[in-house]
């Protein structure tokens, strides 16, 4: 996998995979951090990095495999670290929110797994972030106002909807 960096503090670790990755993640985990691999299969690996010794152990994982189209988001749990999907949002990743996971169907519609989903016209691609304050943010209201395409698409953000923690109701 090509790429680079600079990290001057950061030890260098290699570590021999068992296929082609398509998606590599971390997450820190109380003094080590935790990798997450995808590979072009669909299969699913974690390592846990010791932030000691620099030894790399590989970890459990649930489920072992991403489902099909399914963006890809982990969640460290005591033991395990678990990958987590939401139905109807092929495009982007799942958040979690208060109570839940929130994502952006396909038409734009913000979507819930255990929540009443507030009215947003999101774009179909967008990604929900997440500010300091718990509060959310995504892209909306779609327009084809600059035809250029420069982010890949046609379509572009009019708006910026912030949902406060408390816009997302159980």
Same mark, same amino acid.
């Given at each position: 996998m090509g790429g680079g960096g600079r990290l001057p503090e950061a030890e260098p670790v290699d570590l021999d995979l *068992? +296929?082609?990755p398509i998606w590599v993640a971390a997450a820190p985990l109380e003094e080590d951090t935790a990798w997450v691999v995808t590979y072009n299969d669909g299969r699913v690996e974690a390592f846990r990095l010791d932030g000691g010794s620099g030894e790399v152990v590989p970890w459990l994982t649930a489920p072992h495999r991403r489902p099909a189209g399914?963006?890809?988001?982990f969640v460290a749990r005591v033991g395990h670290l678990e990958l987590v999907s939401l139905g109807g949002v092929p495009l982007t990743h799942t958040v979690p929110a208060v109570g839940g996971?929130? +994502?952006?169907? *396909?038409d734009g519609r913000l979507v819930s797994d255990t929540e009443q989903a507030p009215p947003v016209s999101a774009l179909p691609d967008a990604c929900i972030v997440e500010g300091?304050? +718990?509060s959310l943010a995504v892209l909306s209201? *779609?327009?084809?106002r600059y035809v250029h395409g420069v982010l890949g698409d046609e379509f572009e953000a009019e708006s910026i909807e912030v949902l406060e923690a408390g816009d997302v109701r159980e």
């Open positions: *068992s +296929g082609t399914a963006p890809r988001l996971l929130l +994502g952006v169907a *396909s300091e304050d +718990g209201d *779609s327009n084809r």
